[in-house]
């Protein structure tokens, strides 16, 4: 059959060459045209392509599987596998150290040429239709028949925003971010780490994390609430610059020694958890027509979630279609599968983000409703019977439910009186002052 796919980002390349693989047709239709002859590639309008990224093992478990050379070009381009070690002692693929950039060029590179997959430039004006079954896409003005149309545009696509309805999970996350990407210097050894992918702090009003890449990259984040205008200041360098030389931790990671920054600082856009069903605006589903990847579902980036839900959300859509599933009807089975494997990580961040709001507003834990995941995972640092649970949940091998039974030990600990520890460092008035002295100073 022939597949349409709206959008050729991560979600729409690897399903593309899978369902080529398969023999069908696939066109995939995007505005970027890929990086530019000199190697340069701006990506305008994907927000997070320059931001950092946590790479799950399901990630190089989907390459593997279906795209063998783009898991390789990944590895040749210097993408570096994790391990993970669980209390317990047993050894687990923790995924990838690699930036976002190297991920895509590597996937795009491995994709193009592939036969029965066209990748072809362009803006989708509309999904055409026959009454309530998808017949294509209208493209630049002219119809491209499809047999099966797949929206991988993301959570904002313009071409299909009037197909779907509302999303049922929503919430903005009330967090914005600012990072920065430096590279060690050579013999440099990494800052401090909390785990094999990343070092984390949490400081009164603000959190800070730092995730590894490939060949000695780092990116530095700084993640405040959108309602504090002062700490926005950090997307100036001179800011960013002052607030890592003053936070412990940061202030080894940026050690003019062991690394230098190699970009600007970037302002990440507003983010929002949200996860949105098959169904059109009168809660029919339309045959021949199915979203995926952010298009269903997004969470807070801080988690590295999103790549992973969207390959494991095109996984199962293949395992559906290569099952005999109907192309006009399988938005039907898929969407049962979704409810049941992605809306639980949405309504996971909407209660951790909202209860960290609090927590920053100075409130105290609630322990009238069931604890966020990020605090039941806090109270493993008292009770060891949390951790074995922790694994599972960390992996995304197990939904947020994997949890459940731990979450009463850690309710006991909060009762006890005991909270996480703040980081030594400044808290958020300080560091507002630091950043205003720094541009002042400029």
């Not at 369902?19 to 590639?41: E, F, N, Q």
């Not at 209208?138 to 904002?156: F, K, Q, T, Y």
């Not at 929002?272 to 045959?287: C, F, K, M, S």
């Amino acid at each position: 059959m022939h597949i349409a796919i709206i959008g050729a980002g991560p979600t729409g390349l690897f399903l593309g060459a899978a369902l080529a693989r398969r023999g069908h047709r696939v066109t995939a239709v995007d505005r970027d045209a890929g990086p530019d002859p000199d190697g340069g590639w701006d990506r305008r309008g994907v927000m997070q392509f320059h931001h950092a990224h946590g790479f799950r093992p399901q990630i190089g478990e989907a390459l593997q599987a279906e795209i063998p050379g783009a898991y390789d070009g990944w590895l040749a381009a210097g993408a570096e596998p994790i391990t993970f070690t669980l209390p317990d002692g047993e050894r687990i693929p923790g995924g990838m150290r690699s930036r976002r950039e190297t991920f895509e060029r590597a996937l795009r590179a491995a994709v193009v040429g592939t036969p029965g997959l066209t990748l072809r430039r362009g803006h989708v004006d509309a999904v055409t239709l026959d009454g309530a079954r998808a017949t294509g896409l209208r493209v630049d003005g002219h119809d491209l028949p499809a047999d099966l149309v797949i929206d991988a545009s993301g959570r904002a696509g313009r071409a299909t925003r009037a197909l779907w309805a509302a999303p049922t999970l929503t919430g903005r996350t009330g967090v914005a971010y600012v990072d920065r990407q430096y590279r060690l210097r050579p013999g440099a050894d990494p800052g401090p780490m909390t785990n094999p992918l990343a070092w984390q702090a949490d400081f009164d009003g603000y959190q800070v994390i730092v995730f590894r890449h490939e060949g000695g990259v780092f990116s530095i984040l700084i993640v405040r609430p959108t309602a504090d205008p002062d700490l926005a200041l950090l997307r100036h360098d001179a800011a960013f610059d002052a607030a890592c030389a003053t936070i412990p931790g940061l202030d080894a990671w940026t050690d003019p020694e062991r690394s230098e920054p190699i970009t600007p600082v970037f302002a990440g856009g507003a983010l929002i958890n949200h996860y949105r069903g098959q169904a059109a605006p009168d809660g029919t589903v339309r045959r021949g027509l199915v979203a995926v990847g952010d298009a269903v579902c997004t969470t807070t980036p801080m988690f590295g979630r999103g790549i992973t839900t969207s390959l494991m959300q095109a996984r199962e859509l293949l395992r559906l279609l290569d099952d005999g599933a109907d192309p006009g009807d399988v938005a039907v089975v898929f969407d049962a599968w979704c409810e049941v494997h992605m809306r639980p990580w949405v309504a996971d961040h909407v209660r951790m983000d909202a209860a960290m709001l609090d927590r920053w507003a100075g409130l105290d834990v609630d322990l009238t409703r069931r604890l966020p995941s990020d605090l039941v995972m806090a109270a493993a640092a008292v009770d060891p019977a949390i951790g074995p649970a922790l694994g599972p949940y960390l992996a995304m091998l197990a939904g947020p439910e994997c949890l459940d039974e731990v979450e009463p030990l850690a309710a006991a600990v909060y009762r006890s009186g005991w909270r996480p520890p703040r980081a030594e460092g400044p808290g958020r008035d300080a560091l507002a002052a630091i950043l205003r002295g720094a541009l002042v100073a400029v």
